[in-house]
């Protein structure tokens, strides 16, 4: 009942006045309506709260799962970097003493690729998002742009992989070099 009480009581007076008296019944009956009423809009009230609870948690999660995406390409980006930069110190001191690099320079174009990988996924991060923004204001395009973004998405993801499999390699490839192996 969209009523107040205060509207309803007003309106059993307005049909009474003038009759002297109004059935306890009747009162009865508003006052059990009005209950019913408060009933329904506290039934609201709580699956209102439940609903934004819900919504509350999704969003958390969605943030958290775009902040160990963001940490995953900024670590394999460092990581391919880092290697690739003590692997270039290495090598200028080799090169320095007259030593030939041989498969070491696979090791740092594993690196080096490691490292582009990591980028390209901090594109394809960027793009996702702002596909799943559009969506999230643009209604009518919705699905397009959900789809779009989990494309990027999972070449972002892909790139990542890339990454990580770049530094396996390099690092393979250079602790074989420098123990001798190659």
């Not at 696979?106 to 080096?112: E, N, T």
Request: hydrophobic residues 45%.
């Amino acid at each position: 009942m969209s009523e107040s009480l205060e509207t309803q009581i007003s309106d059993v007076i307005r049909l009474h006045r003038g009759k002297g008296t109004v059935a306890v019944e009747t009162l009865e009956a508003v006052l059990a309506e009005a209950k019913d009423s408060e009933l329904i809009s506290h039934e609201r009230e709580i699956e209102r709260q439940r609903t934004q609870a819900r919504l509350d948690v999704s969003v958390k999660s969605y943030e958290h799962s775009v902040e160990v995406g963001q940490t995953a390409i900024r670590q394999s980006f460092l990581l391919n970097g880092g290697a690739g930069a003590a692997l270039l110190a290495y090598l200028g001191q080799m090169i320095s003493a007259g030593k030939e690099p041989g498969l070491l320079m696979i090791a740092l174009a594993a690196w080096a690729l490691g490292a582009f990988a990591a980028t390209c996924a901090n594109g394809f991060s960027f793009l996702a998002q702002s596909r799943y923004t559009e969506a999230a204001v643009n209604p009518e395009t919705n699905k397009t742009h959900e789809l779009q973004g989990d494309r990027w998405r999972v070449g972002a993801t892909c790139c990542v992989i890339t990454a990580l499999i770049g530094f396996a390699t390099g690092c393979l490839v250079a602790g074989g070099g420098l123990l001798g192996a190659w």
